[in-house]
Every structure is written in structure tokens, then in C-alpha cells.
């Protein structure tokens, strides 16, 4: 019987799984914005870009991410007794009126 080789090194995360990861950072995001401070960013290297990049290749997501969170925000209210509170999120500064990050470079720049 032949020798096995050597293994396989491992893989590049796919886009789907850094969608992934990226998708549960925004959520946790807004839910630390509500927790912490309005405008809570995580701030790890890289993180202000893969925001922007997950806010622009996935924005029907993103909008889905924050619908969930005002509804949570909402019950977080009604169960406090906080009639009338305005559960919407905050568009925070450099965001467009759609949730994605607005830019500075040219269209078509990465």
C-alpha cells in the first residue's frame, strides 16, 4: 500500500461563511448599540471595511438584521412599560437612508 501524502492544507473560509461571521458581527453591533451607546462600532482591524463590504453585498440581509432588531428593541420596551417608544434604529452617521455605508470613492472602487 502507497504512503498517504502529505495533508491538505486548510482551506480559505468561503464567501458564504465570511457572510456568515459578518452578518452576526452587524447583529451584534445593533444590539450593542442599544446596550451600550448609539453609536457602538466593533473595533477590531478590518472591521470598519468588512462592515461596509457586508452592507454592500448583502443588503437585503442587513435590512432583515436590523428589521429584527427594532422588533426586539420593541418588545424590550413593551415588557418595560415604555408605551409609544419609537423602536426604529437610528440611521448612525455614514450610513445611507438604506442602511448601506456611504463612500467617498468613486463608484466601482473597492
Known amino acids: ?10 482551506r480559505a473560509r468561503s464567501d458564504t461563511l465570511t457572510g456568515t461571521v459578518a452578518a452576526k458581527a452587524y447583529a451584534w453591533e445593533l444590539r450593542l448599540q442599544d446596550e451600550i451607546r448609539p453609536d457602538f462600532t466593533i473595533d477590531e482591524v478590518g472591521s470598519d471595511e468588512a462592515r ?5 453585498d448583502h443588503p437585503a440581509e442587513a435590512h ?3 428589521i429584527k432588531e427594532e422588533d426586539r ?6 415588557k418595560a412599560g415604555e408605551d409609544g417608544v419609537n ?3 437610528a440611521l448612525a452617521e455614514g450610513t445611507d437612508d438604506h442602511g448601506g455605508e456611504e463612500s467617498d470613492l468613486g463608484e466601482g472602487a473597492a
Open 64 to 66: 432583515a438584521i436590523r
Open 87 to 89: 423602536g426604529t434604529l
Open 52 to 56: 461596509a463590504r457586508f452592507l454592500a
Open 1 to 10: 500500500m502507497a504512503a498517504a501524502g502529505p495533508p491538505e492544507p486548510p
Open 73 to 78: 428593541r420593541e418588545r424590550k420596551a413593551h
